[in-house]
């Protein structure tokens, strides 16, 4: 086999392979195998046919495509590991010249991983929020526990905000009551916006026995989205009482004995909490430095299928578990087609630079992955995902993901590397010491690109 790779340009090769017809003769073997076995010819047992009878009834073309067909994977591998090029997705494969008992002759156009240099990152520097707890926000912190803790009682009086009311509804779209338009005994406290739109300017004033009807868009069920006429009816109103601030509050809502203490720990929490957001910050912030400074030219095919796999997952995902559609979706954030397209292509592009850049950088900083890292990454993923670690890992290995968790952390680890030689400041100009930790990091990374990219899914068909 001979084969040429022509750059057609920086981000993809045509390969033109040449097979020598000799070297067809295992596939041609398990052409004229396969097609005994699905085949029955009078006068011979099945799996007997000899290959000039098979040549005669069937025809020699359709044995030379079978074989075609099973060796052109083996011979365009072999042509790829020799010219040692990194390629992404599948290739366009065009048969030029077919010579029976001579020639195979075929080109390969493939996307490949772009050449990228890395220039000198140790100047990149970024200013990032300070880490200031106020005794406002302690304030707020307790109070929100105190919120949690509170307790209700009935009044006879007419509801008002912050009163929790149990309530009837009955939703009508079209003067039609709708099958799940209907709820008896929900409770809802006034003001929190949990339920639907306009329910709190309709129950606000009323008694238990009173109701009112008002106009809102469902959120949800089998009419979401359209307009709905709702009758809601108020059976009681409970005002909520809170607790005193004091030691025998924060011995109830906590394990401290004091209030101060429990104050003390809202201030270490808070600041903890903004420290991780700190280091959330400086990492994105860092990254998107990092992209400046790199030329990196982006496949169109793998940007295509990037585009199209993230409005797919949109689609059929996360707004389906919504309950909109697309159209209903545009419409509530206020955008267009078109511009939700160009916003999803910012978002690719940054998440395919992100993944070559950094892959480069492991490369070029000889970064491994040991299994404790593994297994913390694995870990943290779990626990975001809502499955246990043990439920997650079985779906990892049974869905050949793990080399997509090890890129995440390789990566994870080539952003702390550029972290750790930045300088970065806060609002206040002091010089922030952040504590490397991959891991944290390796999050960052996935947000950027946002779940592994349609660029590692291309790898994985290509490895298989």
Do not use: C, W
Request: charged share 35%.
């Amino acid at each position: 086999m001979k084969s040429a790779v022509e750059t057609l340009n920086p981000t993809r090769v045509r390969l033109s392979i040449e097979v020598p017809f000799e070297e067809l003769k295992d596939s041609l073997d398990a052409a004229y195998k396969k097609i005994n076995q699905q085949v029955t010819v009078k006068g011979f047992r099945k799996g007997k046919i000899p290959a000039r009878v098979i040549d005669q009834r069937f025809g020699r073309g359709a044995v030379l495509e079978e074989a075609v067909n099973d060796a052109l994977p083996k011979f365009y591998t072999e042509a790829v590991n020799e010219a040692e090029i990194d390629v992404l997705g599948q290739p366009e494969v065009d048969i030029t010249e077919l010579k029976d008992g001579e020639t195979l002759n075929f080109t390969a156009e493939v996307d490949v991983r772009p050449a990228i240099e890395i220039p000198d990152y140790s100047g990149i520097e970024v200013e990032v929020d300070s880490v200031e707890v106020t005794d406002e926000d302690i304030a707020k912190s307790v109070e929100q526990l105190r919120e949690r803790f509170a307790s209700t009682s009935p009044v006879e009086r007419a509801a008002e905000d912050g009163d929790v009311v149990t309530i009837d509804l009955e939703a009508k779209v079209e003067g039609e009551v709708l099958e799940d338009g209907v709820a008896s005994g929900v409770s809802y406290t006034i003001g929190s916006g949990e339920l639907l739109e306009g329910i709190d300017d309709a129950v606000k004033g009323l008694e238990a026995g009173g109701e009112a009807t008002f106009a809102s868009e469902l959120k949800g069920g089998s009419a979401a989205g359209k307009e709905a006429e709702v009758t809601v009816k108020v059976t009681q109103v409970a005002a909520r009482e809170l607790p005193e601030l004091d030691d025998e509050f924060a011995q109830l809502a906590s394990e401290f004995d004091t209030l101060e203490e429990l104050r003390a720990d809202s201030r270490k929490r808070l600041e903890n909490m903004k420290q991780y957001d700190q280091a959330t910050q400086a990492q994105e912030r860092v990254l998107e430095k990092l992209l400046e400074l790199v030329e990196v030219p982006v496949p169109e095919k793998l940007l295509e299928e990037e585009i199209n796999t993230r409005k797919h997952n949109l689609e059929h995902h996360q707004l389906g578990q919504m309950g909109l559609d697309f159209e209903k979706y545009l419409e509530i954030q206020g955008k267009t087609e078109e511009e939700f397209v160009a916003e999803t292509k910012e978002a690719a592009v940054k998440g395919i630079k992100t993944q070559f850049v950094l892959d480069e950088l492991v490369k070029r900083e000889k970064l491994n992955v040991n299994q404790e890292e593994l297994t913390e990454h694995l870990m943290r993923r779990a626990a975001s995902s809502g499955m246990s670690p043990d439920q997650f890992a079985q779906a990892v290995v049974e869905g050949g993901q793990v080399p997509l968790l090890v890129g995440e952390v390789a990566r994870g680890k080539a952003l702390a590397v550029v972290v750790e030689a930045a300088t970065v400041k806060d609002t206040n100009g002091e010089v922030v010491d952040l504590d490397d930790d991959e891991d944290e990091t390796a999050e960052t990374v996935e947000a950027a690109s946002e779940d592994a990219p349609a660029e590692a899914a291309a790898e994985e068909k290509t490895e298989g």
